[in-house]
C-alpha cells in the first residue's frame, strides 16, 4: 500500500536497466511524462549494480529486466540482497507471467523492497500505480517489525484489559450484503499504540498462555454480535483458534456456554482454523471440530492453499467455508498464473458444495474477477479495514447504498 502522503515524482531518483534500446526509451519517456526528472539508465544488470553501489549514488526506484546480458535480472536482485542497497524495485519481462510470479516469490523471500511486477510493454497506468506504492527507506525500516515485548509485559496487558477485538467485513459477492465479520485481535498498547498479532501472538503461543488471550476475545466477539442483533443486524462473526485451543477438552461446551450467555444461535459464530491445523491427526482437536459443528458452529479452513494438505485431510474436518489465502487473490485479476490457481481453488469449493471465501480483495478488479468466477464471499481493504465495534453498523448502512 502506498503512504499516506507520497513522494512526488519529481523528487524521486529511477534507474532503468533494460537491455533494449527501445523499450529502455520508452519506459524513461513514460516516467518523465509522469513527472520524473531523475533518470539512470543501464543496458545490464552489471551497468546497474555499479550505478547502484557508487559512492554517494541514490536510486529510489529500479526498474529491472529479467532477462539481460552480462548479468541477468534474477542475478542483480541476489546481488541487491546481499548488499546495503535501499533501492526499492519493480521487475519486468516479457517471458510471461509464470516467471515474473517466480522470481517475484524469490524477491520477497530475499527481502528485497519489492513494489511490483508487470509483463512489457507497460503502460503510464502501471508504472503510476507502482510508484505510488513507493516508501522511503527510512519509512520502511521504521514500520519493519513490531516491537519485541516479554511475556509478563504482553500479560501484564492483558491484565489491564488493553486488547481488544476488530471486525472486517465478509460480503457476499453476489449480492454485496454483509453476511458476518471476522474479528482480529489489536493490543492497545500506551506506548507503542495498536499492535497487530505478530507482535504478541508467537510469544503467547510459544509459552502455553494464548488461552488468556482467546476468551476474552471470544466474549468480547460473542458481545459484539449480541448489540448488532439487538440493532437489527443479523450477521456472524467468525474468530481464529490456536492449536492449543483447539486441544483443549471441553471446547464446545465453553463455547456454546459464551454464545448461551448471550442468547446468540450457533450459526452465528464461526471458528476458523488454519490449512495446517486441519491436518492434525489429534484425536481431541478432531473430536473438538466434531462436536462445534454438530452443535450448530461454523467451521472454516482459513489459508488454504499455503500448507499440502489434500482433499482427504481437508475432508475429515467438516468444515462450511474454504477461505482462499490473500497469496491466491490480491493481483489475480492481473497476473494470468494467480487467475489458474484461484479458479481451481473456488472450483474444488464447488465440487466439495462449501462457500468459497477470498480473502485480501484490494481492488475493483479482484473483485469483479472473483465475482465472474462464482466465489461465495469476499473481504479486504477494498471493501473495508479491520473497525471498531461500534463503526460496523454506520458502515454497513453506506455500504448497503450501493447494493
Known amino acids: 500500500m502506498s503512504q499516506d502522503t507520497p513522494v ?4 524521486l531518483h529511477f534507474l532503468i536497466a533494460e537491455d533494449d534500446e527501445f ?6 519517456v513514460m516516467l518523465q511524462k509522469l513527472g520524473a526528472q531523475h533518470i539512470a539508465e543501464a543496458e545490464n544488470g552489471k551497468q546497474a549494480l555499479d550505478i547502484l553501489q557508487a559512492p554517494g549514488s541514490r536510486i529510489d526506484i529500479s526498474f529491472i529486466d529479467l532477462n539481460m546480458p552480462v548479468m541477468d535480472g534474477i542475478e542483480l536482485v541476489r546481488h541487491l540482497a546481499n548488499s546495503d542497497s535501499q ?11 509464470a516467471l515474473l510470479l517466480s522470481v517475484e516469490t524469490m524477491t520477497n523471500a530475499y527481502g528485497v523492497d519489492l513494489l511490483g511486477t508487470f509483463e512489457k510493454p ?13 516508501q522511503p527507506a527510512a519509512m520502511r525500516h521504521a514500520r519493519k517489525g513490531p516491537p519485541v515485548f516479554t511475556l509478563q509485559e504482553i500479560r501484564d496487558g492483558i491484565a489491564a484489559d488493553q486488547f481488544e477485538p476488530v471486525f472486517q467485513p465478509k460480503v457476499e459477492l453476489a449480492t454485496g450484503k454483509v453476511k458476518a465479520v471476522e474479528a482480529f485481535i489489536r493490543w492497545r498498547h500506551p506506548q507503542h499504540g495498536l499492535l497487530t498479532p505478530p507482535a504478541f501472538i508467537p510469544i503467547l503461543e510459544a509459552s502455553g498462555h494464548i488461552d488468556e488471550l482467546t476468551w476474552p476475545v471470544v466474549e468480547r466477539a460473542v458481545a459484539a454480535c449480541r448489540g448488532w442483533h439487538d440493532q437489527g443486524l443479523m450477521i456472524g462473526v467468525s474468530i481464529n483458534l490456536s492449536p492449543s ?13 459464551h454464545v448461551g450467555h448471550h442468547n446468540i444461535a450457533p450459526e452465528y459464530f464461526t471458528i476458523e482454523i488454519t490449512e495446517m491445523m486441519a491436518m492434525t491427526d489429534l484425536p481431541v482437536c478432531l473430536e473438538n471440530l466434531a462436536r462445534l459443528r454438530m452443535k450448530g458452529f461454523g467451521l472454516s479452513i482459513d489459508d488454504f492453499g499455503t500448507a499440502h494438505s489434500n482433499v482427504q485431510q481437508l475432508l475429515r474436518i467438516p468444515f462450511l467455508d474454504l477461505k482462499i489465502d490473500r497469496s491466491f487473490v490480491a493481483g489475480a485479476s492481473q497476473n494470468q498464473q494467480m487467475h489458474i490457481a484461484l479458479a481451481s481453488a ?6 466439495l458444495r462449501r462457500n468459497s471465501v477470498a480473502v485480501g480483495v484490494e481492488t475493483r478488479e479482484d473483485w469483479d474477477l472473483l465475482r465472474d468466477l ?12 479491520p473497525m471498531e ?8 448502512e453506506e455500504w448497503s447504498q450501493f447494493f
Open 245 to 257: 485451543s483447539l486441544a483443549e477438552p471441553g471446547l464446545a461446551e465453553r463455547i456454546l456456554s
Open 374 to 385: 462464482g466465489c461465495t464471499y469476499a473481504q479486504g481493504f477494498y471493501i473495508a479495514k
Open 23 to 28: 523499450q529502455r526509451h520508452w519506459l524513461s
Open 346 to 351: 473456488l472450483d474444488l469449493a464447488r465440487k
Open 389 to 396: 465495534r461500534d463503526a460496523v453498523p454506520a458502515w454497513i
Open 87 to 97: 533501492t526499492a524495485i519493480v521487475l519486468t519481462s516479457a517471458l510471461g507471467s
Open 122 to 134: 507497460a503502460t503510464p497506468e502501471i508504472l503510476e500505480q507502482l510508484i505510488a506504492r513507493f
Open 8 to 11: 512526488p515524482i519529481a523528487d
